[in-house]
């Protein structure tokens, strides 16, 4: 296991108990999707992850060696998180905020090697590299919020919400490119409002609700639970299967 989170809990002050005894396990190589509704505590399980937030209790072993606290060290050891709004430096350029990504890399020709990927897998952003990130179109801005943390090279890719305010069509574009990401190699760690696209391409997935994780399966084994389906796919219970199959469809 890439991942392994054992009994995580993590409090906003004293009193809102965010994240209940979560458990979970991340496979070198899958998409792993965290399904919920908004306040579940996905981006607050993404902040822990990465060293932004500090668990009250629980373990966490990352490729095999032991959590460490602070998101610089995180990233040294191989994890990157696009945070959910992007979180963009925008008045820096495309080709800065890449750069920033790969701060603490040393090797010229890989980081150049590795911008070229990013720029092959966004086209646009090659053309925009010298555009003001903060110009830029929702979707442009998610693509370089992307294309930043793999400038890292990382082993596990964080996604929190990255299709949060984009248009259908920019929606599928950039879960395509997750997908591609994942065919070479990334291990992605997808948290999203959106099941059904997230659901779609994933190897395997939670459902986190209040702050627990209360069900798992494989990506299609939820795609066809009909609690979740009621719950996040907005098909009714009552439904017949062939007309939660209709309404599931793109």
């Known amino acids: 296991m890439l991942l392994v989170v054992e009994g995580l809990n993590v409090f906003y002050g004293e009193a809102v108990h965010a994240l209940r005894d979560v458990s979970f396990e991340v496979q070198a ?6 399904i919920g509704s908004n306040g579940a505590g996905k981006s607050t399980l993404m902040w822990t992850l990465i060293g932004l937030l500090k668990p009250v209790s629980g373990k966490i072993i990352f490729d095999g060696k032991p959590y460490y606290p602070a998101p610089h060290k ?3 050891e191989g994890m990157a998180l696009v945070p959910e709004r992007r979180r963009l430096f925008p008045n820096l350029t495309v080709q800065e905020n890449l750069s920033l990504g790969s701060f603490l890399r040393h090797d010229r020709a890989g980081i150049a090697s590795d911008e070229e990927y990013v ?15 903060g110009t830029l179109s929702g979707g442009q801005q998610q693509m370089v919020a992307i294309g930043r943390g793999l400038m890292s090279r990382p082993k596990l890719l ?5 299709s949060l ?3 259908p069509l920019l929606t599928n574009q950039v879960f395509e490119s997750v997908v591609e990401i994942a065919n070479k190699g990334t291990t992605i760690l997808l948290v999203e409002q959106s099941a ?13 609700e209040v702050g627990k994780i209360i069900r798992t399966g494989t990506g299609d ?3 066809h639970d009909p609690s979740v ?10 439904l017949g299967a062939s007309m939660a199959t209709a309404d599931m469809k793109p």
């Open 196 to 208: 059904l696209k997230s659901l779609k391409i994933s190897q395997r997935a939670y459902v986190l």
């Open 229 to 238: 389906q009621a719950a996040y796919l907005g098909v009714k219970k009552n």
């Open 74 to 76: 995180m990233v040294a």
């Open 29 to 34: 190589g899958e998409i792993l999707s965290i």
């Open 158 to 162: 964080l996604l929190d919400e990255p």
């Open 165 to 167: 305010g984009l248009s």
């Open 119 to 133: 720029f092959s897998l966004f086209p646009i952003l090659k053309e925009r590299r010298k555009q003001f990130a």
């Open 221 to 223: 084994e939820l795609l």
